[in-house]
């Protein structure tokens, strides 16, 4: 699973997408990818925007461990 996030820098114009990767236990993360070129980052959001998206209800079941 990972996570992405965008970001925009308003002041300088720079554009950042950041991805994560899960590490498989309680919300553990790590550093996958950074795209920081503006124009990189403008080619994601297109084919982002392309893409034909379906809302879903999920339902997620975790594990809770009594400590």
């Given at each position: 699973?990972?996570?992405?996030?965008?970001?925009?820098?308003?002041?300088?114009g720079?554009?950042?997408?950041?991805?994560?990767?899960?590490?498989?236990?309680?919300?553990?993360?790590?550093?996958?990818?950074?795209?920081?070129?503006?124009?990189r980052?403008?080619?994601?959001?297109?084919?982002?925007?392309?893409?034909?998206?379906?809302n879903?209800?999920?339902?997620?079941?975790?594990?809770?461990?009594?400590?």
């Open positions: 699973m990972f996570i992405v996030s965008c970001s925009n820098d308003i002041e300088n720079e554009q950042t997408i950041e991805a994560q990767k899960y590490m498989g236990n309680e919300n553990n993360y790590e550093d996958f990818k950074e795209i920081n070129h503006n124009e980052v403008n080619q994601v959001k297109d084919i982002i925007n392309d893409i034909e998206w379906e879903a209800k999920v339902s997620i079941y975790s594990y809770f461990f009594p400590i």
